[in-house]
């Protein structure tokens, strides 16, 4: 007889499932700075998954989202059966930090468009910083109405053991020291990953994306990191022609799924 999933909480925010006293996944809810709740789930057996979704659906009535792998049809299964349902897809790939010389800019990197600088976001005003965070953010689809913190934005940011002031750049305009746009690669043992792209409508069109991308692959390529992982709306028309453009391939996908509160007394 197989030995039965046990549920138990994990911290205030979480579960763990074990079988026979072994573990067989985690579930984490965390309400995000756009206030969505989302359920995170971490290395789940396949029969793990509804009894760690049903703990989270005991205790949290508002609406919830959930990202899984696009390949996780057990869990979308589950997730379904539940009442969640998708509301986005999103692509993931992987870019090229060595980019081709007849690609839209050169290996090794491409200054600043005219009039404009970049410098680390270490040497940025933090609350300018954050607001740039919280514009750009807008234009993402699944963050509209993301704010953050005040208060824990810094140490969100500067504390996060994959920041890297190399790899986090800010673009500001020159005279009137304006901040126009950022990257933004956090940098993970298996692979360095690009968190953000954006520039503020009143300064696109100028190369500054591209130019962006290319000093940050500059310093990643010349580091021996060769690829970049990144995730890509499908409906973001914009970012998946930038990152496809620069020689990426995509190499799998998710689906973000959600749980109206009306459904609150259902399990």
Known sequence: MADVIVVTRDGVDGWAATRGGQPVGRLRVLVRPDGRTCLYLREVADDAYAPL????????????????????HHARD????????????????????????????SAGGRPAPVGFAFVSAAECDVDRLRELDDALRQDVPGAAGWRNDPVRFADQTFADPEF??????VAV???????????????????PRLGLIGVLPAFRRRGLAVALLNTV??????????????EVDETNTASNALVTGLGARRVGGAVELMRSAELRHVV
């Open 173 to 191: 305009a020159e005279g009137t020291g304006v901040y126009a746009g950022l990257v933004r690669v956090w940098i993970r043992p298996e692979r």
């Open 217 to 230: 692959f500059g310093v990643l390529s010349a580091r021996g990191r060769s690829e970049v992982t990144c």
């Open 78 to 105: 589950v997730l379904s059966a539940r009442g969640f349902v998708v509301q986005r897809h999103e692509h993931h790939y992987l870019i090229p930090t060595q980019l081709s010389a007849t690609g839209p800019a």
């Open 164 to 169: 890297d002031p190399a790899t986090y750049l």
């Open 53 to 72: 979704v049903d703990s989270a659906l005991r205790v949290h009535a508002g609406d919830l989202y959930v990202e899984v792998d696009e390949t996780a």
